[in-house]
Each structure stands twice: as C-alpha cells, then as structure tokens.
C-alpha cells in the first residue's frame, strides 16, 4: 500500500510538486474539472431545495477510475488543488465523487509550489471549507440560471444560437454603451498655440525652449489676432518656479493589473496571459496568479530588499507593505510575485521570460525608493497681451524605482518612458529671443473604445466579477460574435495652421490622419441587438449594481454571512417569473431600421438582422400570393444597423455584379454569408478584402487562376479506376477524400507513394465516426 495520495488539477503542477516531495508521495492529476453542471440537472431538484446534481462526463470516466483505484490504496489522500473558490469546489467534488474517507483525507493550500511552502501545508493541513465551496457553488447554479433561462428566449426572440449570461451580457452593454457615445459624439474645435524662444543653456550655447500659451482660442480669427500682436511684442521671463516632487512605485501585481499591463507592455490578450501565468505558476515559478491582494510576504520583501541591495545599493531600497482595499478580496494571501525573488530571469518559452520578467520588475520596484524630481515651471509674459506662455521641465533628481520600473497607462498605450526635460537657466526679467509663434486647430477628442485590459480595468471598477472571470468573460463575448477585437485604419483629416516666422504670418492646411484603432474591442450588430433586448427586458441582471451586488453576496457566503440556497432562491422565483412573461408578451427583435424608400422603384428599404447577419432589405414582404419576393444583401465589413445610410444600403443592391467573360462564362462578384467572392463556371473565389464594387475583370481572372494553381497543388494522386478518390495537401498535411469523407494517413507512409490498395486499406482500417450528438448522449 502506498503511502500518500497528492491529488492536484494539472499534470504540469503535479510534476512540479512531484520534485519537492521524497519517498512515500504519488502525485497524480484529476485534469481540471471533474464535474460538469449540465442543463438537464435544473428541474425538480432545483426548484425544490437548489441542491444540483454533478455528472461526471464521458471522457473524465476514465480518470475518476483511476483515481478511485489510487485512493483506496492510499493511507492518506491529500488534496492540493488551488486555494481560492475553485479550488476549493475541486477539492470537495474529489471528496464526493472518489467517495473519500475524511479520516484520511486531508486538505493543504500553498500559495507558491516551492519545497518550503508544500512542507508547511504538509504540516499544517485543514478540512474542506464548506463556505468557500458553497459561494463558488452559488456563482455557478447562479450563472447557469441565467444562461439556460435567458439564452432559450433569445432563439425565440432574436435569433438561433445566441446566449447570455451574468457577467458577460454586462460587459458586452459597457461595449456597447461606449459605442454609441462614440457614434453620438459631437466633437468641438479650438486653436492652441505655442511658442518657440532661443535661449542660452548651461555652456552658454544657444538652444531652443518649448511653451505653450495659457489660453485657447475658438475661433481661427482670434488666434490670428492674438499672433498679430505678438509680431511687435517682447517676451520676458516672468516667474521661474522650481519645486520638488517625487514618484512613488505602483502596488505589486494583481490579477487584474498584471492582464492590464502585459496588454500594455507585452502586447498580450487577457486569456494569453492568464494561460502564460498558469504554466509560470505550475512549474513554480511565481505565486499563484488568480488574487485580490497586494500583499507581500516577510520572506519575500527580505528577499527583495537584498537582491536591490545587491544590484543598486542600500539607498535605493524602502521597504513597503501593502494592504488591499477592497472587501471582495478572494482568499489567496498574496500579490503575484516570482517565488524566488533573487531569480531575474527563468528558462521557458519566449512570451514566459517576458511576463515572468514583468512580474519581477514590478515586484522588485515595489520594494524601492521613491523617485526624487524636481519640478521646474517657467512664465513668459507677452508685453502686447494680457496671455502668458508657460514652459514645464522636469528633472529627475534620484531614479529610486525608475532604475527597474515605470508603469504604464491605457492613454500612453504603453510607450510610458521616464524622460527628462531640461529647462534652461532663467531668471525673472530675462528677455527672450522669439524663433516662432503657432497656432494649430485641435480636435476634442470622442471617448476611446475599450481594450481588453481597460474593460478588465472597467469590470474590478465596477465590482462585477472576480479574478477567476476576467480572461473566461472576454474570451466567452469574443466566440458569441457579440463583440470583436480589431485593428481599424483611422480617417484622414484637415486642420488649419497659422505661424507667425521672421515677422511674417503664414497660414496652411495640412492633412492628418486620425481615429486609428488597434486591438480595440467593438460591438456587432448582433451584439449591439441583444443588448437591447436584454436591458428592455431583463433590466435585474443587465444592471451593474445587481451583478456587482450578487458578487458580494458570493463574498458573504464564503464568510459563513449567507446561506447560499437562500440567497439563489431570493433571486430564482421572480426572475423565473419574469423569464415565462417575456417569453408570453415580448415581441421579436431583429433591430430593425427603415431607412427610406428606394427612389427608383418607390420600395421601402430597411435593415435587420437576418439568419447570417446584419442584412439589407429592398421591398417588403407580403402574403399575397403572386406578390414580388424582396430582395436582400449582406452588410459589409464597417457597416453597422444604427449608422448606415440610404444610399449605402442602396448601393448593396448594386452586387452581383457582372464583370464579362472568361473562356466564354460568365464572371460576377457579390457578397455571401463568408464575405465578397468571385462566381466563375458555379466556383467561387474569395475576394478576401478586396473591394467588390470596384474589382475588374483583369483582377478577378488573375483571382480565378491563383485559386486554380492552389487547387492544383493540393492534389497529390488520383486514380483513375476510383475518380472519387483522390490523396490531397491539406492545412494540416496530407489526408484522403474519399465520398465526402477524410481519412488520416498513418505518419510512417508517404502520401505520395500510396498505391489504390493502400487508400483502400487505410479507409477500410479507420475507425467509424461518431456524430457529436452521439459522444453527447454518453
């Protein structure tokens, strides 16, 4: 009988505690979930007494058997999975499902896999915490309430294959409520106007100093007349005020701070980094990444402050403790840190260094001193005006945490950097050399669409979620086709320039190119239409205070506060209720919108969205029997419902078009459910981005032979006696089709050597595909 049982979620994580624990220890992985909550286990249970049934899914049979086996021949068990919620939930299905027995079963939590944290667990093991288990059980009948009561009214009322949820309908109205600030924005115009004198440095030499008028103008006019009054002005120095301030380091790493600045840093998605974090932390490389707190542990800021010692001497070192804030903080007791702080750098793939990198850096720095700067403002008067100009420098005194680190803002989208800007000696009264004067049109800007990390930024504002739902809601509104995330070109603009240059006053008109998007989130149509319907019918759940209060709620049950069914009754009966009547009396959504008649034939046009998307429609429909059928058309990419005009939507109509002919067949191009083609002898060619209205003939025959040349490559062997059967190159290598069907060549024939027989065999060994509604049914 072996000894001890160590019962974790993933492989990687066992093999890491696996190196950490001697003789005596078998560490083994239950691979995540055991447990699957599924639609068919809502009904009488749940409506009696919310007590849900957990099933064990096909393909996790295998490894609850094994582990059965493991257990029961075990003196002890030990279950090691995370310590938050999750965590927890695991730990106390694995008690359930292996059928465990709680005298020799013992819980232990580390935050960091190291020797010394997995002996310490070891000696100071816990019971399961009942609390902990019910608020994440709480959350997640919570969230399938929602997602199975909600999603069956959207196919009905909107369209198949929707859904909805908690948390991400929520987020998916923050992005949709920024849109339509931004399509309802009107922007303002003004004239700011700065200034450029010669003045002498430090040697004595002469160079250029930068100010900035205290005083915007409206109007091109007044800014042309504030310059013609500088043409006989004389610029003096009027003030020169110098003061000190400092910069302190940022808080060490959150979950939510780390995905917002390795968004901004490192270039990562929210679910990269998350995914990148969970292999650093499993192969013990930081502590765990899915935390509320801030806070650091004695050992590791004595650590730091030896290793900043080390590396940049004793006055660079200010030893700070952190407190998080906010009461929802989950249950892990530590920011993300590396767990050994002496490390600078660890082996692993490229995007591991970077972030493990970033998590130093930031922890490193949080243990340094202050920044010492010193501030320096400069007045310059105008002796023909009442306005003044106003020249800021900064230089930095003492680097302190700056040597290792400077967080980064959304605004600065990364490109944050701890420049200097030196201010030339000046005294009051010093009379300055005018080199130019120019007043530039500038723009207010409208509100900035969401990047994932300041969505991430904008859900812990607002309370909705945990550290745990971040990366899973993002990527969850992403796959419905609610929400996009995309580069966008910007839009070429014109703004006006006056500059007053060796006593002349010139104006000019330059170009720019503004509004340029990258890795922005934006909504879809379809997105933007069950938003709307879920706030004019589901107004509890679309709220921001209900779901920032419901995670508090969660908070209360994981401190014994609440009883869990309690609260998930609270919330069941009227919602339910609600659900039957919006089912009974709403009416169907398809957000659409007339935009006019068709000029030429007098029929009405609108938009909607139809069974692929967002379409066009010219005419209506009747059920008078010979009557004309409408026509519809695809939107295209940029197009939206609330912002496309008559005479775009007219010119949909226009598609397809016929372009002439090749080898005597007609070519056209159009818009179809997967984007702009090419239509040639009933083959179709994508266009890809290229325009459809404005392709030619030459184009679309250069398309039609590339796609032919394509084809041609990817056939590898036919045969003549079996036409049906053909040896292909494939994306993922060579296969066989055969019937409509393909079949996998084994990796030891070569594709291009198979004889008939050979295909045959191959076809005849496969095993027989199992529809996905079979697996299903198991």
């Not at 004793?314 to 702080?341: D, F, N």
């Not at 839009?491 to 008109?509: A, G």
């Not at 934006?522 to 679309?542: C, E, K, R, S, Y």
Request: with cysteine; hydrophobic share 35%; proline share 4%.
């Amino acid at each position: 009988m072996q000894e001890n049982l160590v019962i974790v979620e993933s492989p990687a994580k066992a093999k890491t505690i696996e190196k950490f624990l001697g003789k005596g220890y078998t560490v083994t992985s239950c691979m995540g979930h055991i447990r699957d909550l599924q639609k068919k286990d809502f009904g009488i249970d749940l409506e009696k007494n919310y007590q849900p049934k957990y099933v064990i899914t096909p393909d996790k049979r295998k490894i609850v058997t094994e582990l059965k086996k493991l257990a029961k021949e075990a003196q002890t068990v030990w279950l090691a999975s995370d310590e938050d919620r999750e965590g927890e939930a695991i730990a106390w299905h694995l008690k359930e499902v292996l059928k465990l027995d709680p005298q020799k079963t013992k819980r232990i939590v580390f935050h960091e896999i190291t020797k010394e944290a997995i002996q310490k667990a070891i000696e100071n093991p816990r019971s399961i915490d009942e609390n902990l288990v019910n608020a994440q059980q709480a959350r997640r009948v919570l969230d399938r309430i929602v997602g199975f009561e909600v999603s069956p009214v959207l196919w009905k009322k909107v369209k198949p294959a929707l859904s909805a949820g908690r948390v991400q309908s929520v987020a998916v109205r923050l992005i949709v409520e920024r849109e339509r600030e931004i399509i309802n924005f009107k922007g303002e115009t003004w004239y700011r106007v700065n200034g450029t004198f010669i003045v002498a440095d430090e040697d004595g030499q002469p160079t250029e100093l930068k100010a900035e008028l205290n005083k915007r103008f409206k109007t091109k006019k007044q800014a042309t007349d504030f310059i013609e009054k500088c043409r006989s002005a004389e610029f003096s120095v009027a003030d020169v005020v110098k003061k000190p301030a400092k910069r302190s380091p940022a808080q060490p790493f959150t979950t939510s701070t780390l995905q917002q600045e390795a968004s901004r840093k490192l270039g990562f998605s929210v679910s990269q980094t998350m995914a990148v974090a969970q292999r650093l932390y499993e192969s013990g490389k930081i502590t765990y990444m899915r935390t509320d707190s801030v806070n650091l542990s004695g050992l590791a800021i004595n650590t730091a402050k030896q290793k900043i010692i080390e590396l940049h001497g004793e006055e660079y070192v200010k030893i700070r403790k952190y407190h998080t804030k906010s009461k929802g903080a989950q249950e892990a007791h530590e920011a993300i840190r590396p767990t050994y702080m002496n490390t600078e750098m660890v082996e692993g793939s490229a995007q591991e260094q970077r972030l493990y990198e970033l998590i130093w850096k930031r922890t490193m720095a949080s243990q340094m001193a202050d920044a010492k700067l010193e501030k320096t403002t400069v007045t310059i008067s105008v002796s023909t005006a009442a306005e003044a100009f106003t020249a800021s420098g900064e230089v930095i005194i003492f680097d302190g945490f700056l040597k290792v680190y400077m967080e980064s803002t959304d605004e600065e989208n990364g490109n944050n950097t701890s420049g200097q800007v030196i201010i030339p000696p000046l005294k009051a009264k010093d009379v300055l050399e005018m080199a130019s004067i120019v007043a530039t049109q500038r723009f207010s800007q409208r509100p900035p669409r969401y990047t994932e990390a300041s969505l991430v930024k904008k859900l812990e504002e607002l309370g909705i979620g945990r550290p745990s739902t971040y990366a899973p809601t993002i990527t969850t509104i992403q796959n419905r086709n609610y929400v996009v995330k995309e580069d966008r070109p910007g839009i070429e603009r014109k703004f006006d320039m006056v500059t007053l240059k060796n006593n002349k006053i010139s104006e000019q008109t330059i170009t720019e190119t503004t509004g340029t998007e990258k890795s922005k989130l934006f909504p879809t149509d379809v997105g933007m239409v069950v938003n709307d319907f879920l706030v004019a019918n589901f107004d509890q759940i679309m709220d921001f205070n209900f779901t920032a209060n419901v995670e508090k709620e969660f908070d209360d049950i994981a401190d014994g506060e609440k009883v869990w069914n309690e609260m998930i009754d609270k919330f069941y009966r009227p919602f339910h209720g609600k659900v039957e009547d919006v089912l009974e009396n709403s009416e169907r959504s398809k957000g659409e919108r007339i935009l006019g008649d068709d000029p030429k034939t007098g029929k009405q046009v609108s938009v909607k969205i139809g069974r692929y998307g967002p379409v066009a429609q010219l005419g209506e429909a009747s059920t008078e029997e010979n009557s004309e059928k409408p026509q519809f058309a695809s939107l295209r990419a940029g197009q939206h419902l609330e912002t496309i005009t008559l005479e775009e939507a007219l010119e949909l109509f226009k598609l397809p078009r016929e372009l002439g002919e090749y080898e005597n067949k007609k070519v056209t191009v159009s818009i179809g459910r997967f984007g702009p083609y090419v239509r040639h002898d009933n083959k179709f060619v994508s266009l890809g981005k290229e325009d459809p209205f404005s392709v030619d003939l030459d184009r679309a025959v250069e398309l039609i032979e590339a796609k032919r040349e394509k084809d041609r490559k990817a056939v590898i062997q036919i045969f003549e006696e079996e036409p049906e059967l053909r040896v292909l190159n494939g994306r993922w290598g060579p296969y066989i089709s055969y019937k409509k069907k393909n079949y996998k060549i084994p990796k030891k024939m070569k594709a291009e050597e198979l004889s008939l027989e050979d295909c045959r065999k191959i076809i005849d060994d496969a095993p027989d595909p199992k529809s996905k509604r079979a697996r299903n049914k198991k």
